[in-house]
């Protein structure tokens, strides 16, 4: 089953995930699409202008390209990535939970006590692909929070199911939930 849509011009038939008995999710990839990285990130950066932010910062993993590619379209020097695990490279890390629709339990986010540093103090822009329960996106603003920053926006993709109500996130297009038929629930 896939669910095909336009996204930032672009047209891509995203395969339908089991997350439940009857819940299916469209799964939104930019792992290895240059061209939706490239074009998602240009429309983000219309939606948010660079003087409200001061760096842009997103969860590892499918926010990575999003984030490395507005960055570099606007010519930030640097953005931000709370990492799922602890790494050698990070001193003293911070660590929030997480729990995501996408993701099976809690998940922890790490952020070096350097980067941290730099955060504080800073506005700063939340990146994601697609927000759906907000799980991460708060894990994101508490993380934010802890490094003394401020959260300057909130930007996304997708906003799914009930994201597509939020009025603090902006986003490209909405996606919704699937049931085990592949129908859109609530639509």
């Known amino acids: 089953m896939k669910y095909t ?14 997350i439940a008995d009857d819940l299916y ?10 061209e939706i990285s490239a074009a998602c ?11 409200e932010y001061d760096y842009i910062f997103t969860a590892e993993a499918k926010g990575i390209p999003l984030a490395h590619e507005m960055a570099r379209q606007s ?20 660590c929030v939970e997480d729990e995501s629709i996408t993701t099976r339990g809690k998940q922890r986010l790490y952020l070096g ?5 730099m955060i504080s103090g800073k506005r700063i ?7 759906s329960t907000g799980g991460s996106l708060r894990a994101m603003e508490e993380m934010i929070r802890l490094c003394g920053g401020t959260v300057a926006g909130r930007v996304c993709v997708l906003a799914e199911g009930d994201a ?11 996606i919704p939930l699937f049931n085990g038929k592949g129908e859109p629930i609530g639509e």
Not at 5 to 18: F, K, S, V
Not at 25 to 34: K, R, S
Not at 79 to 84: D, E, L, N, S, T
Request: charged share 35%.
């Open 5 to 18: 849509m336009e996204i930032a011009g672009l047209t891509r038939d995203l395969p339908l995930c089991p």
């Open 25 to 34: 999710i469209a799964a939104f990839i930019c792992f290895g699409d240059a």
């Open 41 to 51: 990130a240009r429309e983000l950066l219309k939606l948010v202008p660079r003087e």
């Open 75 to 94: 010519r930030a020097p640097k953005y931000f990535v709370a990492r799922k695990g602890p790494k050698n490279y990070m001193p003293d890390p911070i």
């Open 113 to 117: 006590r350097d980067d941290a540093d």
């Open 125 to 131: 822009l939340i990146v994601d692909d697609v927000i």
């Open 164 to 174: 597509a109500k939020r009025d603090d996130i902006k986003f490209l297009g909405t």
